[in-house]
């Protein structure tokens, strides 16, 4: 293919259609239909099949059985995809043949899906919200897992031979399937990526998933299509498959419309396939040829019963949902009055729970911002540590608490901070064992100006003549002194004090 054509090009000829398939790894305790431990519950590894059962691999006279904690997380979340949720749905057959699912065939729900029918605002960096609609969240079981060894690409091209892990066979798995979503333009590949994040936000707050999405807890499949302007009848798709971190989301879907555009602007048609991400290359490469619901001969589980969950179990779900992502950050972006890109930092980062903890324990927005996204993070990237493992927020609270009440100054409260990130105690053990308080002795602070003066008459002068910002050479002076233990601001005071008096 030649030179791909800018995206603004792209997006002057052409209207983007995107389509977005999110699998969500539910965290129950065992599997879909077997007792067999989850892995997508666990933080650890588990040795490659030893979490499996006969079940998982569909061995002779193996039956399986619902998860009831999977069905009640599932309508969680259809609940809080704002969907409707079906009296009695049913699972399905839907049969293929790969080496990672060994019965060649997965149960998963098809006409009858458990959720239907939903809308997910999502909330764009510009503050801009888009209602996107949900057609369905259905209730399946992920497939096993291969690996591929010895070729360049861990593809299996090239590879000399193919290893087979059946500990993911079987995980409960949401896979969250959205309507055509059309008209966003130059926005669609950001919206792309922020609806991803909305939901992972969405499963996290539900605690249904750990949503750790480098360890495939939560993917996204991203169809994308091309209308020239002004058409109305969508083009054909391409689906980019299992892509596994937001910035690879919008990057393929900026990827699939300048791919597109070029080949419909050269008189190529588009083939309807499924693709890989390679994200070292930024690009997309063919993977098959996209099938059809009747490819799958989809047909009843005759295994397993309708799943038809009690209204009043439905209800009491219903009742006990968390706040949206979307309304609490609202709440939390009009209570913090943070500027907007400290707020959106702090999204970015993820430690809007911990900030909100935080403030809720008794230092204000601002400070709370400042340590978590300043000295903390800074000290978890020099360490590759998560932030939130390093300080706990009382930690943080009381630490910020010293300067407050005037105990300790910013520079001794890093110092402090990094000892207590270090394990040497709390910050009034650091305080008191370094001998980290401020002079607050006025004599002291007086002395140590006098001298400063002493070695530099002029300064007094200019600061009486109105050039107050002088002080400055003064108050260094007497930091330098006291060994930084003075309060630079009770210093500045003095001394103005001093050339008013003369």
């Known amino acids: 293919m030649n030179t791909l054509v800018d995206l603004d090009v792209a997006l002057e000829h052409f209207d983007p259609v995107i389509g977005l398939e999110v699998h969500v790894e539910l965290s129950t305790t065992t599997k879909m239909f077997s007792p ?118 861990g593809r299996i091209q090239g590879a000399e031979y193919s290893l087979v892990d059946y500990n993911r066979a079987g995980v409960p798995l949401v896979e969250i399937v959205t309507r055509p979503i059309a008209g966003a333009g130059e926005k669609a590949p950001q919206l792309a990526r922020a609806y991803v994040q909305t939901i992972r936000d969405i499963v996290i707050a539900l605690g249904v998933s750990q949503a750790r999405m480098e360890r495939g807890n939560l993917r996204c499949d991203a169809n994308v299509s091309l209308m020239p302007k002004g058409a109305t009848e969508f083009g054909t798709r391409t689906e980019t498959k299992n892509v596994n971190s937001f910035r690879s989301i919008e990057r393929a879907v900026i990827y699939e419309i300048r791919r597109q555009a070029t080949l419909l602007l050269e008189g190529t048609a588009i083939t309807q396939e499924t693709r890989h991400w390679h994200e070292d290359t930024g690009q997309t490469s063919p993977g098959r040829p996209k099938s059809d619901a009747d490819d799958y001969r989809y047909f009843p589980e005759p295994d397993l019963l309708p799943v038809s969950p009690d209204p009043d179990w439905v209800e009491e779900i219903r009742q006990s949902l968390p706040e949206t992502p979307s309304v609490r950050r609202r709440r939390l972006r009009e209570a913090w009055q943070l500027a907007e890109t400290d707020f959106q930092a702090l999204i970015n980062a ?85 001998g980290l308080a401020v002079v607050s002795d006025d004599g002291a602070l007086r002395a140590a100006i006098d001298e400063a003066l002493s070695a530099q008459p002029d300064v007094l002068e200019k600061i009486r003549e109105g050039k107050v910002q002088a002080a400055g050479a003064i108050i260094g002076q007497v930091m330098k002194a006291l060994g930084g233990q003075a309060d630079a601001q009770r210093v500045r005071e003095l001394i103005l004090e001093q050339a008013s008096q003369s």
């Not at 057959?93 to 990672?100: I, L, M």
């Not at 601002?366 to 300080?391: C, F, H, M, P, Q």
């Open 36 to 153: 067999a431990p989850n892995p997508a519950a666990s933080l650890e590894d588990f040795a490659p099949n030893t979490a499996i059962s006969p079940v998982c691999l569909g061995l002779p006279g193996s039956l399986p059985v619902v998860n009831a904690e999977a069905v009640r997380s599932s309508i969680a979340l259809g609940l809080a995809l704002g969907c409707e949720i079906r009296p009695t749905s049913r699972f399905a057959r839907k049969n293929y043949f790969y080496p990672d699912l060994a019965k060649n065939y997965q149960i998963s729900q098809y006409d009858e899906p458990i959720a239907h029918d939903g809308v997910v605002e999502v909330e764009l960096d510009d503050q801009s919200v888009w209602s996107v609609e949900i057609e369905r969240a259905h209730m399946e079981e992920d497939a096993g897992k291969l690996t591929h060894v010895g070729g360049n690409t």
């Open 350 to 434: 993820d430690l809007l729970d911990v900030v909100e903890e935080t403030i809720n324990q008794g230092t204000t927005p601002a400070s709370a911002k400042k340590w978590w996204l300043g000295e903390l993070s800074r000290i978890a990237n020099d360490r590759d540590v998560l932030v939130t493992s390093l300080l706990t927020p009382a930690q943080v609270v009381e630490l910020d608490s010293h300067i407050t009440q005037g105990t300790i100054n910013d520079k001794m409260a890093r110092e402090v901070l990094l000892a207590m990130v270090d394990g040497e105690g709390t910050a009034a053990e650091i305080i008191d064992a370094r």
